[in-house]
């Protein structure tokens, strides 16, 4: 009965473990095991180094076998698929039976979180101190000796004014990513009228708009009356449309920035479409990742920390929405986003 439940037990683990003997052969095989390794042959009675090619693993298998002091080994390996898998590899001796068992732990998704994380702290670290290293840069040479030249005093300290605000339009988005991602500020949805609010956001770039000579229009197929509301959060959802128009207009350097609002189904769809500098294909997937940016330089000087559509899509998938990006490279841009209506 044990037996039985210890054999239900081994089957149903989310974990690979075999079983080989001294001679190198395979004992036993559970499913996970199987599936990681990629082989649908029945394993038993075959020898390890068949089904597996890991040099690695193979070797520390064999040391595991062999060594005096029969000392169990890990090791981080890969899989058939590519997966990361730690193995712990245990001998056994047991009623004249020798041989060691291993387990086999997918962490995979583990190693690309950390990988994420990693990445993200280098990335911070390095978009502050750009700013910082400028601002000190200016301030040093004003100490030595630049005081006396209202000129330069005005030109500097602009300089060193614009950086000090990139700094913190960074830690506002920093701010606003973690607090979206740990849910610290929950959503507070209320039924809203699109139309009105993207009204609202134009009506704040207007200025930008007009200086750059592009138009800026909404369009709607749809009368006033005839608009379902959406449930939303009215703040975060003003911040998808800011970030969306900001970088509509930033990124294009004449023409036009079309609003338009749908009813497709149960789903309200938006677009915010340019006719800018467009966004080549090989960047297209990512370009909803943190600080991922087709050009570096161009972003920063036009004051972005390269967090906007990150913090969008995040707002959006909030609403249960989706978001994604069309564009050709010099032919303009359109990115789209859907809010279900009940
Ligand atoms: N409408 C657009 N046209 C062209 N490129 C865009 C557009 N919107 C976003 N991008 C590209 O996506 C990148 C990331 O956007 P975002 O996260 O808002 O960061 P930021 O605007 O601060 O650089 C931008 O740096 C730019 O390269
Ligand atoms: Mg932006």
Not at 5 to 33: H, R, S, T, W
Request: glycine fraction near 8%; proline fraction near 3%.
């Amino acid at each position: 009965m044990k037996e039985q439940l210890l054999e239900v037990v081994v089957k149903e683990m989310q974990q690979g473990v075999v079983i080989i003997n001294d001679k190198g052969l395979i004992l036993y095989a559970n499913p996970f095991f199987q599936e990681t390794f990629a082989v649908n042959l029945p394993l038993e009675g075959i020898n390890f180094t068949e089904v597996v090619e890991d040099a690695v693993l193979l070797n520390t298998v064999e040391t595991v076998l062999s060594s005096e002091a029969r000392q169990s080994k890990e090791i981080t390996i890969k899989g058939k698929g590519n997966q990361i898998l730690e193995a712990r590899l245990i001998p056994f001796s047991q009623n004249g039976l020798n041989g060691v068992i291993g387990f086999f732990h997918d962490v995979t998704e583990e190693k690309r979180v950390e990988a994420i994380k990693r990445d993200f702290v280098a990335n911070v670290s390095h978009e502050l101190r750009t700013p910082l290293a400028s601002i000190k840069g200016y301030a040093e040479t004003l100490l030595d000796g630049g005081l006396e030249d209202k000129g330069v005093l005005k030109n500097f300290l602009t300089i060193i004014d614009r950086h000090a605000n990139r700094m913190t339009a960074l830690i506002e988005d920093l701010l606003t990513l973690s607090m979206l991602e740990s849910h610290q500020i929950p959503m507070k949805f209320e039924p809203l009228d699109i139309r009105v609010l993207i009204t609202n956001v134009i009506q704040g770039f207007e200025k930008q708009a007009k200086d750059k000579g592009i138009e800026l229009i909404i369009e709607s197929g749809e009368t006033y009356r005839e608009l379902p509301k959406v449930m939303g959060d009215r703040v975060r959802l003003e911040q998808v449309i800011v970030n969306l128009i900001d970088n509509a207009i930033k990124y294009t350097n004449k023409g036009a920035v079309r609003i338009s609002v749908r009813i497709l189904d149960n789903l309200m769809q938006v677009d915010v479409t340019d006719t800018g500098i467009g966004i080549p294909e090989k960047d297209l997937l990512r370009i909803f990742e943190r600080f991922y940016r087709v050009d570096k330089g161009r972003s920063r000087e036009l004051g972005g920390t390269g967090l906007g559509l990150a913090i969008v899509k995040h707002i959006i998938h909030g609403h249960s929405g989706k978001i994604w990006v069309n564009s050709n490279s010099g032919g303009g841009t359109t990115f789209s986003f859907t809010l279900p209506i009940n």
